[in-house]
């Protein structure tokens, strides 16, 4: 399982998705360009001394990223615009969940290359999540449905 970050805005967001992956053991792909600098001292800040044991791979464009040499399994997006509830989603150990921009989440180039696309159902009159609280709902149902929950050493 991963969490690729496609060219994400905000450095708390990130800097949180990142804590995220180093607790849960997900590596993740960090899409560039970025809307900050990646040593924003935000993104440390929200980091924090878990950035140091994060798996982070860094693609400087999309092109870079689809072309990557090793193998990977679905690029599952999380976006409103999808039909399926994550909960009724058969989510696979190899697979890469995706979030894209918190200003406006993928262009329909990106969105071309997503095997499957999943939402979290809300109530109509909201927009959406933020970014980082949705990725870590999709993401804990995922491991919990491949059984790759971290656990005690």
Known sequence: MRLALYQPDIPQNTGTMLRLAACLGIAVDFIEPAGFVMTDKHLRRAGMDY?????????NSWQSYIDRP????????????ATIDYVDFNFSADDTLMVGRESDGVPDDVRQFVDEAVRIPMVP?????????????????????????????
Do not use: F, K
Request: no cysteine.
């Open 125 to 153: 009159e909201m927009r959406s999540l933020n970014v980082a609280v949705a990725a870590a709902m999709v993401l804990g149902e995922a491991l919990r449905q491949t059984e790759q929950l971290p656990g005690p050493v």
């Open 70 to 81: 090793e193998p990977h399994g679905r690029l599952i997006l999380l976006t409103t615009r």
């Open 51 to 59: 950035l140091n044991h994060t798996d982070l791979v860094r693609h």
